[in-house]
Nanobody, 126 residues
Framework: VQLVESGGAVVQPGGSLRLSCEVS????????IRWFRQAPGKEREGVSCISATDGSATYEDSVKGRFTVSRNNALTTVYLQMTELKPEDTAVYYC????????????????????WGQGTPVTVSS
């Protein structure tokens, strides 16, 4: 199982970015994906999730209405479309999965996820 994030960049407030999480060793109808982020000096926090079962998505309140998660038809890549970016969105963004994680409603702390990407940095600054 491997996950590789890409798409991080420096962007001005109000701008947009699309992050990608390319997976291998499984398909996205087998395991769900959760996006996390970690800002400097802060704990890692969940941002969004996409279920394996039906592709349904969930979002933390801080990003609801601004971020959209989706997956491609080949079930190999998850996207995190981020709009109206704010300085407080600055962080390293990670995607994570686990063989027992298939639905976003499962109670899963970040320590429960067995597989992580290397992270992609997002900086929102003028």
């Amino acid at each position: 199982v491997q996950l590789v994030e890409s798409g991080g960049a420096v962007v001005q407030p109000g701008g947009s970015l699309r992050l990608s999480c390319e997976v291998s060793g499984f398909t996205l109808n087998q395991f769900g994906i959760r996006w996390f982020r970690q800002a400097p000096g802060k704990e890692r926090e969940g941002v969004s999730c996409i279920s394996a079962t039906d592709g349904s998505a969930t979002y933390e309140d801080s990003v609801k209405g601004r971020f959209t998660v989706s997956r491609n038809n080949a079930l190999t890549t998850v996207y995190l479309q981020m709009t109206e970016l704010k300085p407080e969105d600055t962080a390293v963004y990670y995607c994570a999965t686990d063989p027992a994680f298939y639905k976003c409603e499962q109670l899963y702390f970040f320590t429960n996820f067995a597989y992580w990407g290397q992270g992609t940095p997002v900086t929102v600054s003028s």
